[in-house]
């Protein structure tokens, strides 16, 4: 019988899960504002009290839910150390909206003779719209995440999931960990010993503040001494204000404009469904058991409300839920999170945050829950299922160095799609086989693992169904796709090098499938012994 005494709203441990969730939440909106106002020349005014304050929403709406779930769940299981959902902006499709939607359409705008500031404008609506369509693509697929779940095994959500962690969670923040490494290094191995180590501290101050504190004033003292890391500057002050994310018609005018990117845009509300059915196994196996299709109708209401009132990047639930269990986290981080992000895109002072606080501080608590989470997809899988989760882990690296490769100040674009379509004479070229399997790669993790699951159980038929399943979706770009932007397309639109390499992968699919269809036609080997089956 439950216990009938009240439940606290906050632990201790809730001080870790909230500086964690906020620095992971401050990081993404760092990296927003970089990429329009830094890269594609955005005017800051527009992303800091236009964009900024219903993306804030969005994360106060999301949070505020799973909290209530959490609490639910612990009145429902008598248990003290429910742990709740963290949510968060995602970071692979923040940074594609940032760099493929947003930054382009802004240019593009500007070619069309408009103004900077209504070129600005004009995206900005694209960027609500965008994430109208994402939200009612989540809410429509929301109702079929426990059917997904039960048919997928625990080894292909986890691997997929894992292989994201150590790839976007681990490698890609820990390089901008080390571009101040004093700074970067001091705070990562601090954070290390609380959280991993457990060591003790000399002062009663929760240990991801402490980490911060410290970095945060190394960084600061190295620079004003001369001796920091190159490029060292003070930001300039942001002012407080009070910016309300009213709701707002805006974005029916950019609703034509999501036209040519819904190939970027359903992928993208894709890949958030299939991400929320994983951290919801993730969950489950951490021992706190959410309805996936309740995880997944929260994230898509909170992406919803942050399109409706002026957001331009998605809510997700993000896969560190174990490693804010094991931070002592329990239901007030989720609360706090919420709060301190939603008022403060409102007040301005996230927008002050994410220039004031350095990367290298930033990042290294990303870098652990990347780690956690790599860790958890082995620990709570079937120990003979390990192959299949590592092997889902080999999608991941490639769309690291999609991200990488992609970047137009490492490799101008012409020079781009000169490697792409570049003819090696020794089958495709290396560009395009990389792009190609990193895009989709949380799918292709999942039908790969999946696949290699049913082997290893000796159910060699459902593993050529889940082949032919990677088979159609390859064909129309919801993995494989050969559009270097990771777009879906009809495959009989597809001309040249594009065409050959779709047809190719879906070719490589049914192959397989086929042989192990015949494969399976075998006797046992228990008759072939003349042993009972």
């Known amino acids: 019988m439950p216990p009938s005494h009240p439940r606290r709203w906050f632990?201790?441990?809730?001080?870790?899960?909230?500086?964690?969730?906020?620095?992971?939440?401050?990081?993404?909106?760092?990296?927003?504002?970089?990429?329009?106002?830094?890269?594609?020349?955005?005017?800051?005014?527009?992303?800091?009290?236009?964009?900024?304050?219903?993306?804030?929403?969005g994360v106060l709406v999301g949070n505020l839910i799973y909290t209530a779930m959490a609490r639910r769940l612990a009145a429902r299981s008598g248990r003290d150390d429910v742990t709740a959902m963290p949510l968060g902006l995602d970071a692979p499709t923040s940074i594609g909206m940032a760099l493929l939607v947003l930054g382009p359409a802004f240019v593009a705008y500007k070619a069309e003779g408009m103004d900077p500031q209504a070129a600005a404008l004009a995206t900005w609506k694209l960027g609500m719209a965008s994430l109208v369509v994402m939200g009612t693509l989540k809410l429509v697929l929301s109702f079929f995440g426990d059917a997904i779940t039960r048919a997928v095994p625990r080894a292909a959500l986890l691997g997929s999931i894992g292989g994201a962690a150590l790839a976007l969670l681990g490698f890609l923040p820990l390089i901008e960990t080390l571009r101040s490494p004093v700074v970067g290094f001091v705070t990562f191995g601090l954070l290390l010993y609380v959280l991993v180590a457990k060591g003790r501290l000399p002062v009663r101050l929760p240990g991801v503040l402490l980490a911060f504190i410290v970095g945060t004033a190394l960084y600061y003292g190295l620079g004003l001494a001369g001796v920091g890391a190159p490029g060292f500057k003070v930001p300039e002050p942001v002012p407080l204000r009070l910016t309300w994310p009213w709701p707002t018609l805006g974005f029916v005018d950019g609703l034509a404009d999501t036209v040519p990117y819904l190939p970027l845009l359903l992928p993208f509300g894709l890949?958030?469904?299939?991400?929320?059915?994983?951290?919801?196994?993730?969950?489950?196996?951490?021992?706190?058991?959410?309805?996936?299709?309740?995880?997944?109708?929260?994230?898509?209401?909170?992406?919803?409300?942050?399109?409706?009132?002026?957001?331009?990047?998605?809510?997700?639930?993000?896969?560190?839920?174990?490693?804010?269990?094991?931070?002592?986290?329990?239901?007030?981080?989720?609360?706090?999170?919420?709060?301190?992000?939603?008022?403060?895109?409102?007040?301005?002072?996230?927008?002050?945050?994410?220039?004031?606080?350095?990367?290298?501080?930033?990042?290294?608590?990303?870098?652990?829950?990347?780690?956690?989470?790599?860790?958890?997809?082995?620990?709570?899988?079937?120990?003979?299922?390990?192959?299949?989760?590592?092997?889902?882990?080999?999608?991941?690296?490639a769309y690291l160095l999609v991200i990488k490769l992609g970047n137009p100040a490492w490799i101008e674009p012409a020079r781009f799609a000169a490697l792409y379509n570049g003819v090696e004479g020794h089958g495709l070229p290396d560009l395009a086989t990389i792009v190609t399997l990193g895009n989709g790669f949380i799918i292709t993790a999942m039908i790969w693992s999946s696949a290699l699951v049913a082997m290893i159980e000796q159910r060699y038929r459902r593993a050529a169904l889940a082949l032919l399943v990677g088979a159609?979706?390859?064909?129309?770009?919801?993995?494989?796709?050969?559009?270097?932007?990771?777009?879906?397309?009809?495959?009989?639109?597809?001309?040249?090098?594009?065409r050959t390499i779709a047809w190719q992968f879906a070719g490589a699919y049914v192959a397989l499938a086929a042989l192990l269809t015949l494969l399976s036609l075998q006797r046992p080997a228990s008759a072939i012994d003349g042993r009972a089956p």
């Open 11 to 57: 632990v201790a441990g809730d001080l870790n899960g909230f500086f964690g969730l906020v620095v992971d939440n401050l990081s993404i909106l760092g990296f927003i504002a970089a990429a329009l106002v830094g890269i594609f020349g955005f005017p800051a005014e527009v992303v800091f009290a236009r964009m900024f304050p219903g993306t804030a929403l």
């Open 271 to 397: 890949l958030m469904v299939v991400g929320g059915i994983n951290v919801s196994e993730s969950a489950r196996a951490a021992g706190d058991d959410y309805r996936t299709r309740d995880v997944l109708l929260a994230e898509a209401v909170s992406t919803l409300v942050a399109g409706f009132c002026g957001g331009v990047a998605q809510t997700t639930p993000y896969i560190g839920q174990p490693a804010y269990k094991h931070m002592g986290a329990r239901q007030g981080y989720t609360l706090l999170t919420g709060l301190f992000i939603g008022l403060g895109g409102m007040l301005g002072y996230v927008s002050g945050l994410v220039q004031w606080l350095p990367v290298a501080v930033l990042a290294p608590i990303i870098v652990y829950v990347g780690m956690d989470i790599t860790l958890q997809a082995f620990h709570d899988s079937p120990r003979r299922h390990a192959p299949a989760v590592a092997l889902a882990f080999l999608p991941s690296i």
């Open 472 to 498: 159609a979706l390859t064909l129309f770009g919801f993995i494989h796709s050969v559009d270097p932007r990771g777009g879906v397309y009809l495959p009989w639109t597809l001309q040249g090098l594009p």
